[in-house]
């Protein structure tokens, strides 16, 4: 039984109801916060290979974070092809991942064919080139989209861009596509995001496309991005995927400005990287302004006249970070004040490279080179995809198809006695649920059978408590390996221990995510007297209760 279900009832309702992260003991903050601050990249695992495409790469932060997500799942990544119009965004890429083939072209002349037509010439060698791919990743062009170019922004050409991740994905027949972009992209005056949906779903793609609010990844900053998500394996929903992203972490706060960068208050090493801009004199005074009066917003008169008056929406313009809140987005003008809120928290200065690097959350190991322009290292930074974003989303996918592998490659019975156990095993209404439910019921207590709770999950409790918000759990002691009486099988011994292995960690991730809804959780063990399962299930029950009415009251 997980550790946490064998705390007082209390202090479990109290969880319950207001969970909160303790970053210091968080497992989850521990590992990212590490890896923001790993110095060496490391080997890759030897586990198995995750084949990827990354077009429109940049300097490869989306890669970078599915990296990630790939080794913490004992995998590693493969991809196939890279590819930027930027070559300085290339060469940054080569140096930092495990790429076949990078190259510095416009996708639009790799995948020139139109959509839904058979392949041209350039796509059939690069298909073959290619060969077997898992993930499609991208990022298109946003400057056309975005809400801070007034010009051109829902009409900007580039924005056709966004429809070579569908030609691609018709050509290539990735298992999933992944497709980044700014919120404004759905409001395009030329329909890209449901022209791309259409040939995705024409090409027998699951597609789904939802606005993250990545501090719910764990980005710490106050940036929205829409992402679409295809998919052509059945067992993979792209919508719960993203609805179970965009719900993520409810039990932390808000990851801060000192979370990712308090730690680097004393490094200067003199180059680029660790060196904040130079100001001009009358920005220096105005740092100075507000840091002698520990403002954070500049006054209006101190303002250059075009970002004065009562009603402009810029107060983050020459606006000063703060410890304890998250950064707003960070865009190529990290450097200036005048560009955002990008004055440090504690220096009179802006934020260097490196710190607006952590911010977007890339690891001190990624190699942005040693000779690398402040100009460049601005572009290369600002546009990139936060890398987190790819670490949780690439979690996500990679447990689904970890399991889809798993039940794939089910193995034969080892004897016909084998075979007639488990296909007499019962998946609900076993002696032992009949017998607890009889005597729940005879104490007074209504409830539900085998009902889904959470919605978009099809995860389902054996009995619920609905006015009470307890979800109990009866376990057999083989399928969830029981302490006491847990067995471990030798015919097929490692596709078992892959399987009890995967059915422990989905206990786990059923507990949590209950938890995190504001329900109780109680398991029960196969092997338990049903008679004092039900006492304690009552007492429980009625605890809850008699609290959640004191709390209305």
Request: glycine residues 6%; contains cysteine.
């Amino acid at each position: 039984m997980e550790r946490s279900l064998r705390l007082p009832l209390a202090r479990r309702l109290d969880r319950a109801k207001n969970t909160v992260c303790k970053n210091a003991s968080c497992l989850r903050c521990q590992s990212d916060h590490a890896y923001l601050k790993r110095k060496r990249r490391g080997r890759q695992p030897k586990g198995p290979v995750v084949r990827a495409v990354d077009l429109f790469a940049g300097c490869g932060a989306m890669s970078a974070g599915l990296q990630e997500a790939a080794r913490r799942a004992g995998r590693r990544l493969d991809v196939r092809l890279a590819v930027d119009v930027d070559k300085a965004a290339i060469d940054i890429y080569s140096a930092n991942l495990p790429v076949v083939d990078a190259r510095a072209a416009d996708v639009a002349t790799l995948f020139d064919g139109k959509l839904g037509a058979d392949a041209t010439k350039s796509e059939q060698r690069i298909k073959k080139k290619v060969g077997k791919v898992d993930v499609l990743l991208g990022g298109p062009p946003c400057q056309g989209h975005s809400d801070l170019n007034n010009h051109t922004r829902l009409r900007d050409p580039k924005n056709i861009l966004y429809l070579r991740m569908a030609r691609a994905a018709e050509v290539l027949a990735p298992s999933l596509v992944v497709v980044e972009n700014v919120v404004p992209v759905q409001r395009d005056e030329t329909g890209v995001v449901k022209a791309a949906s259409k040939a995705l779903t024409d090409a027998g793609y699951q597609v789904a496309g939802r606005v993250l609010d990545l501090r719910r990844v764990g980005v710490p900053q106050r940036r929205r991005r829409f992402l679409l998500l295809a998919s052509n394996i059945p067992e993979i929903n792209p919508a719960s995927i993203l609805e179970r992203i965009a719900s993520g972490m409810p039990d932390h706060r808000d990851r801060t400005v000192r979370w990712a960068i308090g730690d680097l208050l004393s490094v200067s090493n003199g180059g680029v990287y660790d060196t904040s801009g130079r100001s001009s004199e009358k920005n220096a005074e105005r740092m100075a302004y507000l840091f002698e009066r520990n403002l954070y917003d500049l006054p209006n008169r101190r303002r250059p006249v075009c970002h004065r008056g009562g009603n402009h929406t810029y107060v983050s313009m020459y606006g000063r970070l703060r410890w304890n809140q998250p950064a707003q987005t960070i865009t190529t003008g990290f450097g200036s004040m005048g560009q955002g809120r990008y004055v440090h928290p504690a220096r009179r200065r802006t934020v260097t490279p490196h710190e607006a690097a952590r911010l977007q959350t890339f690891p001190d190991s990624f190699d942005f080179g040693d000779t690398t322009s402040r100009l460049v290292l601005a572009k290369m930074i600002g546009n990139a995809v936060p890398p987190l974003l790819m670490v949780t989303l690439g979690t996500e996918i990679l447990r689904r198809l970890e399991l889809r592998t798993a039940q794939k490659r089910t193995p034969p019975a080892s004897s016909s006695e084998a075979l007639r156990r488990m296909l007499a095993t019962r998946r609900r209404d076993t002696p032992g649920e009949v017998a607890l439910r009889r005597l729940l019921h005879g104490c007074g207590l209504r409830f539900r059978v085998d009902r889904q709770i959470l919605p978009g999950s099809r995860r389902r409790a054996d009995i619920v408590f609905v006015s009470a918000k307890v979800a109990v759990y009866l376990d057999g002691c083989f399928w969830h390996s029981c302490p006491v009486h847990r067995t471990k099988p030798k015919a097929n011994a490692a596709w078992w221990a892959a399987k009890l292995a995967e059915n422990r960690r989905r206990d786990a991730d059923t507990n949590r995510q209950l938890r995190e809804a504001g329900w109780l959780v109680e398991r029960v063990w196969e092997h338990e007297a049903p008679e004092a399962a039900a006492a304690r299930i009552e007492n429980i029950v009625r605890t809850s209760l008699r609290l959640r009415r004191r709390a209305r009251a």
